[in-house]
């Protein structure tokens, strides 16, 4: 049969539950340390993405050290200062941009700095020849493992990307050849939104899926008659997400 290697009813039901309510936390984290083998878990999860020719490009860089953290703060506030003068033409939406929560550095328990290292079982790495960034593209993966575990788990996480790579590298001691990729904030939180926060508060709308689906070509959005059965699929998903309320 086709589904034989298909997981469970409630295996599937925690999977999607994972990912559609997998939120972007920067202000519900509560002082709860997370358990050493929750951590653990967490990481080991994200150490088994896929990645371009198993290369397994990734590094995590785990802080708690205060004063760490201190440092990447200020590199977010020089950081969130040079993007909030970007807006000065838009006095309401920079008025918006500045009330945004953006950050957990302090909060979080755990902040963890995911890094990607493209000398690893280099220089040839099958599959990257003609991709380089594929490289790159493996650590996001191990990044989006790391989300959803610790989802999982109960485990809040926050990307913090207002960040110049420089001060981290700096920061955190890096080598050269690395670079650092996500920097992300953990932590037990006092609730997980409905809604991610940017949708919740009116930043940006989201987008039904069938509005980012082309058939064939790019920019082709009404389906041949081939695919006329699957599109009818794709606008009961976004029913589904709708009603969810996710």
Same mark, same amino acid.
């Given at each position: ?16 539950? *994972? ?55 200020? =590199? ?6 040079? =993007? ?57 993966? *191990? ?5 959803? *575990? ?97």
């Amino acid at each position: 049969m086709t589904d034989d290697y298909a997981l469970t009813g409630a295996q599937k039901e925690g999977l999607y539950k *994972a990912i559609f309510s997998r939120r972007d936390v920067r202000s519900h984290f509560i002082p709860k340390s997370i358990p050493n083998d929750v951590l653990a878990r967490i990481l080991n999860a994200a150490h088994h993405a896929p990645s371009v020719g198993f290369s397994q490009p990734w590094n995590f860089i785990l802080i708690r050290d205060s004063e760490t953290r201190r440092k990447v703060k200020e =590199s977010f506030l020089r950081e969130q200062g040079r =993007s909030t003068a970007l807006l000065d033409g838009d006095k309401d939406r920079q008025k918006k941009y500045s009330s945004l929560k953006l950050e957990g550095i302090m909060e979080s328990d755990v902040n963890v700095c995911v890094t990607y290292d493209p000398t690893r079982f280099g220089p040839f790495v099958l599959g990257r020849t003609s991709i380089e960034e594929t490289g790159v593209y493996s650590v996001a993966c *191990a990044v989006q493992n790391l989300w959803l *575990a610790a989802r999982a788990e109960g485990v809040g996480v926050g990307w913090v990307s207002i960040l110049a790579n420089s001060d981290l590298e700096n920061i955190l001691g890096m080598p050269t050849h690395a670079k650092p990729i996500a920097y992300l904030c953990l932590g037990y939180v006092a609730e997980f939104s409905d809604k991610p926060d940017l949708e919740r508060l009116g930043w940006l709308p989201r987008m039904a899926l069938s509005e980012v689906i082309c058939y064939e070509k790019w920019g082709e959005l009404e389906p041949p008659g081939s695919w006329s059965e699957f599109q009818s699929g794709v606008k009961a998903q976004d029913e589904v997400r709708r009603e969810d309320n996710i």
